[in-house]
């Protein structure tokens, strides 16, 4: 305990010249204890009290500790489950309402530990040694949420809207009740060259080591609009490729806002990107137009929709989607390589019905040709499926917050995704150590700047030296 022999003077430049023994409470991980230090007060002026300052102790009861391991649950589990845990494994025991209010305060520094996080030489050189494709890619996933916090026109539908039944949905009515949460991801991987025959082949021989994605980060959000979160994920690539050395790729799944995004941010800041199609809903495309040609459970819709697939994939996507709907009448006009795709739905006389399938397929080809350029991309070693994003939308939103019956608040939705994305992506340690210095910052620079005893205790909240025990515990 550091022994003050000046009378503390705070910024507002008024003397302390009262001096009184105080005691506080503070819980931690061992259970509560008492905190016993000497005030420096004076009539109508904040008391002072430098030991809180040097230990960095929490305005609040909780301890810094025992918040991260509150902060750390919330972020793989539920509010309730945290309580429990808290109580097995500590020997403290927190209310609901007490760890919702500690996960959301924990989480508040996320937007500002991005965007002051440095690159030291360290980062720079480690920048330099991973893969040489820079990947962005978006998605989208619903949160279900309490009414008053949907988006506008989503909640006035929600309000508008009465259910026939008590029971159930019936037919054309909706629920009203999910708010967008924006996915973005950003990662660096090396090239991976194969052929289209490779990708079709099931034939385990043909399957290569594929390489993995290194610094990945991932995050969402509910509060923040699409062109905001793409608009980081962009900040994020150039943090790690500030003179857009490597090749930049976008991966998507053909959601038009997206698309319109991601070109307007790389005229913004003159990145050549490379926007590629996510193969994985083209073939979900081919599979249901397969459907309209051939019965769903037999091996001819197989082979059909492999047969396209392989021409898709060697950059033949107008020419797949035009042979699905050619004019028998140019049947005898048509050139041999284009025969093969001659099972149109004009010559195989579907129904209105059947076209439905086959007609969207065929658009969905012809509107985003431009992005269906795979010959090249697998010359180039790009990645062409949003597994990783798709996957990362499972483990971050769906996993924790598609429970069962769960209706989120805006806060506490955005808090638990806040967390959850800190944890993922490997930040979780960093960030709390920066969350500490903002709450130096927060709770006591203003008071004890002027305070030469206390220029010490500053440094050391802004080092790299291990926390005061009264943060860990």
Not at 128 to 154: C, H, N, Y
Not at 280 to 292: P, R
Not at 319 to 347: C, H, I, W, Y
Request: proline fraction near 4%; hydrophobic fraction near 35%; charge should be positive.
């Amino acid at each position: 305990m550091t022994k003050y022999s000046e009378t503390p003077k705070c910024s507002d430049g008024e003397e302390r010249t009262h001096k009184r023994r105080q005691e506080r409470k503070l819980t931690t991980i061992f259970g509560t204890v008492i905190v016993r230090r000497i005030g420096y007060g004076q009539r109508k002026i904040v008391s002072l009290n430098p030991l809180d300052a040097e230990l960095n102790l929490p305005v609040e009861q909780y301890s810094y500790g025992l918040r991260e391991r509150v902060a750390s649950e919330v972020a793989l589990n539920g509010f309730n489950e945290t309580v429990e845990a808290i109580k097995k494994t500590t020997n403290a025991q927190i209310p609901k309402r007490q760890v919702q209010e500690l996960a959301y305060s924990s989480a508040s520094d996320f937007d500002e530990f991005y965007k002051n996080r440095q690159v030291d030489k360290t980062q720079l050189n480690k920048s330099e040694q991973t893969g040489d494709i820079l990947v962005i890619s978006a998605d989208g996933k619903g949160v279900t949420m309490r009414t008053e916090d949907l988006r506008p026109e989503t909640q006035k539908r929600a309000q508008t809207n009465h259910k026939k039944l008590d029971k159930r949905l019936t037919k054309g009515e909706k629920r009203n009740s999910k708010r967008m949460a924006t996915v973005a991801e950003v990662y660096t991987v090396k090239p991976f060259e194969r052929t289209a025959e490779q990708i079709v082949s099931s034939d385990e021989e043909t399957d290569l080591k594929r390489p993995k994605p290194e610094d990945k980060r991932v995050w969402a959000s509910l509060i923040d609009e699409p062109k905001s979160v793409i608009g980081s994920a962009f900040d994020e690539a150039l943090h790690r490729d500030p003179n857009k050395e490597k090749q930049w790729v976008a991966l998507v799944d053909g959601n038009k806002t997206q698309l319109e995004l991601l070109n307007h941010f790389a005229r913004k800041h003159s990145v050549h990107l490379t926007i590629i199609l996510d193969i994985i809903h083209v073939i979900e495309y081919l599979w249901k137009a397969a459907f309209a040609f051939h019965s769903s459970t037999s091996k001819e819709a197989e082979n059909w929709v492999n047969e396209r697939l392989l021409h898709i994939l060697q950059g033949k996507s107008s020419l797949v989607a035009s042979g699905m709907r050619r004019s028998e009448k140019l049947r005898a006009g048509v050139p041999p390589v284009e025969q093969t795709f001659q099972d149109s739905a004009t010559l195989q006389k579907l129904s209105a019905e059947q076209r439905i399938s086959v007609d969207k397929c065929a658009n969905y080809l012809l509107n985003n040709k431009k992005y269906l350029k795979y010959d090249c991309y697998l010359s180039a070693g790009f990645p062409i499926a949003t597994g990783v994003i798709e996957g990362a939308c499972r483990h971050l939103v769906n996993s924790r917050m598609d429970i069962t019956g769960a209706r989120w608040s805006l806060q506490g939705a955005e808090a638990v995704l806040r967390l959850r994305s800190l944890h993922i992506s490997g930040d979780w340690h960093e960030y709390w150590r920066f969350h500490l210095r903002q709450e130096y910052k927060r709770n006591y620079l203003p008071l004890y700047r002027n305070i030469p005893l206390m220029k010490r205790v500053q440094q050391a909240r802004c080092s790299t030296t291990p926390p005061p025990l009264a943060m860990v515990v």
